[in-house]
C-alpha cells in the first residue's frame, strides 16, 4: 500500500465529525469529511477513499440514497461502514453487504478498533508490515502523539486491537482494567520513565504475563536501552525505533 490509508467521514452532527476526524488522524489514517450524501457525492469525485463512514439520518440526502448511489448493481464501489440511531437498521444493512454497521451513541475507541478491523479485512496484501506475531490486543505507551498514532494504524492493519496512553501513569491504570497481550512502552515518557512502567507491569499479578517491548529514539539511545535491559529481567524485547514497522517487527519477533 502506498500512502495513507483514506477515509470519508459522511455525518451531519459538526462535533461527531470533528471528533472523529481528530481520532482517525492520530491512528495515521488521511480523512475527509462531509455533512450529508449530496457533500458525499462530490467528495467522491476527486477523492478515493479506502473506507467511507456513513451516517444514516441526514438532512438533503441521507445514508440509504447516498448508498444507492454508489453502488454498481447491488455491490457498492467503495467499503462502507454504516453508523445510525437506530440500531434496529443492522439486519437490513447485512442485506446490503456492508462492510461493519455500529449503532449510536458509540465508545469513540470501538469504533476505530472497529474500522481498523474492517481496513485489515479488505487490505489482504500489506507487504510494509509484518504480522503482528498472533498477537491481537496491543497497548502503546507513547508520549508524542504522531508517532503513536502511526504505530496505532500500523498494528490496526494488522487486525489488532489497540489502546493509546501518553502517560506511564495512564497506561497503568488502563492495562491494569484491560489487560493487553503486548505492551510497547517509550523509555523516556514525560512522567515516570518506561523501564519504571515495566517493571510495575510486571509486578502486579494481574499484568505479569504481558509481553513488554521497550523502544527508546535514535542510535544514540541503544546503549542506555541495553544496559536498561539488562538491569530489567521484565522486559522481552528492547528496540531502537525510528519508524512503526521497528516496532511491528519487534512484536512479530516476541
Not at 141 to 167: P, Y
Amino acid at each position: 500500500m502506498n500512502g495513507k490509508v483514506k477515509i470519508l467521514v459522511i455525518d451531519d452532527e459538526a462535533d461527531l465529525r470533528e471528533n472523529l476526524k481528530y481520532v482517525f488522524q492520530m491512528k495515521g489514517y488521511e480523512v475527509e469529511l462531509a455533512e450529508d450524501g449530496v457533500q458525499g457525492l462530490k467528495k467522491l469525485e476527486t477523492y478515493t477513499p479506502d473506507l467511507i463512514v456513513l451516517d444514516l439520518n441526514m438532512p438533503n440526502m441521507g445514508g440509504i440514497e447516498f448508498y444507492q448511489k454508489i453502488c454498481e448493481g447491488e455491490v457498492s464501489k467503495y467499503p462502507v461502514f454504516v453508523l445510525t440511531a437506530r440500531a434496529n437498521m443492522e439486519s437490513f444493512f447485512r442485506d446490503f453487504n456492508v462492510d461493519g454497521f455500529m449503532a449510536k451513541p458509540f465508545d469513540i475507541a470501538e469504533l476505530t478498533n472497529e474500522v481498523g478491523a474492517v481496513l485489515a479485512r479488505r487490505m489482504k496484501k500489506v507487504s510494509h508490515v509484518p504480522k503482528a506475531g498472533g498477537y491481537k490486543k496491543i497497548f502503546i505507551v507513547e508520549s508524542d502523539q504522531v508517532f503513536s498514532g502511526k504505530v496505532g494504524a500500523a498494528f490496526l492493519m494488522q487486525g489488532c486491537t489497540v489502546n493509546l496512553a501518553r502517560t506511564g501513569a495512564e497506561g497503568l491504570e488502563r492495562m491494569s482494567k484491560d489487560v493487553p497481550d503486548v505492551a510497547l512502552i517509550q523509555l523516556r515518557l514525560s512522567d515516570i520513565g518506561g523501564d519504571v512502567v515495566a517493571g510495575k507491569l510486571k509486578r502486579m499479578a494481574k499484568t505479569s504475563d504481558v509481553k513488554i517491548v521497550l523502544y527508546a529514539y535514535g542510535v544514540a539511545e541503544r546503549q542506555i536501552v541495553t544496559d536498561l535491559i539488562q538491569q530489567k529481567a521484565g522486559v522481552d524485547k528492547f528496540v531502537t525505533a525510528n519508524k512503526e514497522k521497528d516496532l511491528v517487527d519487534a512484536v512479530a519477533a516476541l
